[in-house]
Every structure is written in structure tokens, then in C-alpha cells.
């Protein structure tokens, strides 16, 4: 079973900084790694995947990196909209596999 | 747009039964495989079924697998989340969610969740 890591789990920042989420996986899941962003009382958003791949109509200034067991999440400068819970995931479709880290609480400064 | 609105989630008490529904628009259902994630309250994302594009195939995750059964009505564009032998653990909001089939690798897109609490 492959088990996913993020770090740290609370990050604080301060609007207009750079904010630096890692994602780690227990073996090597190539770049089949995917990032999700969770406001409160909303369902997860869709922000990353094949590891660097932004989705549709997400920011420029959202950025992902990384292959094999080290992934990192980059928000090039904070928006008060950013702020945010931040799920890495990785995928497979055979077999079947769908595991996301525990989150990272991205947090005002 | 794309939506996808879940029903269906309740109390129950433990050893019981609920399915969940969730109702598809504004995209191809029968196109796309489709997912089941459960959060419970304050916790992390757990994946928790699978179904193809054509129902054909269906994938659980461990915790659920004998338990649980995902199934999709393409005339009607709903997927089910059909529940039974609920334990305590189960409690958390459950969402519906695309998988990009062909576009996107993974999960796309999600609904906004239903609240299964399993409790006497």
C-alpha cells in the first residue's frame, strides 16, 4: 500500500508571499500525482495533475513539481483566496488506487 | 455547467442500510467513470468506489469492499452508493465526483456532498 505525506500540515503565510507545500510518497508513483484545494464547507477543487498539469481555469500562479516520491505544490504569490486545506493525491487506474495525503492547512501569517 | 448533486444521506443506526444518489448534468454521464470519496467530520479525503463508464466494472477500497456497492443508471444520469452493515466509522460526508476519463487522469470534479451519520 502506498502512503502519502504531506508536510507541514499547517503552513502560515502572508498574502503576496510564496507558499511551498511538499508531498511525499511512500514508493515511487512515476507523476501520477494530482493536487486538490479545500475550502471550508466546500467540496475539493481540482488544481494539478500528472504531477505539473494545471487543470482548466486554474491561476498561473499555481505550479506543481516533482516525480517518483517527492512532489511540492508552489502558489507563486497569496491570494486571501488561496488560503486553504491542500490535498496531494496519487492515482492508478489498475489496479485501482486513489490515496491522498492527510492535507496541508494553508493558513494567513 | 457541469453538476452533481448527492441525496440520500441520513442518521442511521449501526447494522443498517442507506443508498445515496447523485444526480449528473451538463456533461456526457455515460462517458466517464465515476467515483465515491467519503470525508469524515475534520478528517482527510478517502477514496471509497469506482464504477466505468459503462457500469461494467466497479472498484472499492478495503474498509468498504463487501458493504458497499456502486452502480450508475446512464438513462438517468445517477450514480448510487448502495450502504448496508453501517458501522460508526462510516459517519462522514460522501461525494460524488467525475473522473476526467480520457481528458484529465484522475477525479475532476465533485459534488458538494451528503451527510451519512451512522449512530444510535
Known amino acids: 500500500e502506498i502512503v502519502m505525506t504531506q508536510s507541514p500540515a499547517t503552513l502560515s503565510v502572508s498574502p503576496g508571499e510564496r507558499a511551498t507545500l511538499s508531498c511525499r510518497a511512500s514508493q515511487s508513483v512515476s507523476s501520477n500525482l494530482a493536487w486538490y484545494q479545500q475550502k471550508p464547507g466546500q467540496a475539493p477543487r481540482l488544481l494539478i495533475y500528472?504531477?505539473?498539469t494545471r487543470a482548466s481555469d486554474i491561476p498561473a500562479r499555481f505550479s506543481g513539481s516533482g516525480s517518483g516520491t517527492a512532489f511540492t505544490l508552489t502558489i507563486s504569490s497569496l491570494q486571501s483566496e488561496d488560503f486553504a486545506v491542500y490535498y496531494c493525491q496519487h492515482y492508478n487506474n489498475w489496479p485501482p488506487m486513489y490515496t491522498f495525503g492527510q492535507g496541508t492547512k494553508l493558513e494567513i501569517k | 455547467e457541469v453538476q452533481l448533486v448527492e441525496s440520500g444521506g441520513d442518521l442511521v443506526q449501526p447494522g443498517g442500510s442507506l443508498r445515496l444518489s447523485c444526480a449528473a448534468s451538463g456533461f456526457t454521464f455515460s462517458s466517464h467513470w465515476m467515483h465515491w470519496v467519503r470525508q469524515a467530520p475534520g478528517k482527510g479525503l478517502i477514496w471509497v468506489a469506482r464504477?466505468?463508464?459503462?457500469?461494467?466494472?466497479?472498484s472499492y477500497a478495503d474498509s468498504v469492499k463487501g458493504r458497499f456497492t456502486i452502480s450508475r443508471d446512464s438513462a438517468n444520469s445517477t450514480l448510487y452508493l448502495q450502504m448496508n452493515s453501517l458501522r460508526a466509522e462510516d459517519t462522514a460526508v460522501y461525494y460524488c465526483a467525475r473522473d476526467g476519463t480520457g481528458t484529465t487522469p484522475t477525479i475532476d470534479f465533485w459534488g458538494q456532498g451528503t451527510l451519512v451519520t451512522v449512530s444510535s
Open positions: 500528472d504531477a505539473s
Open positions: 464504477v466505468d463508464s459503462d457500469g461494467s466494472s466497479t
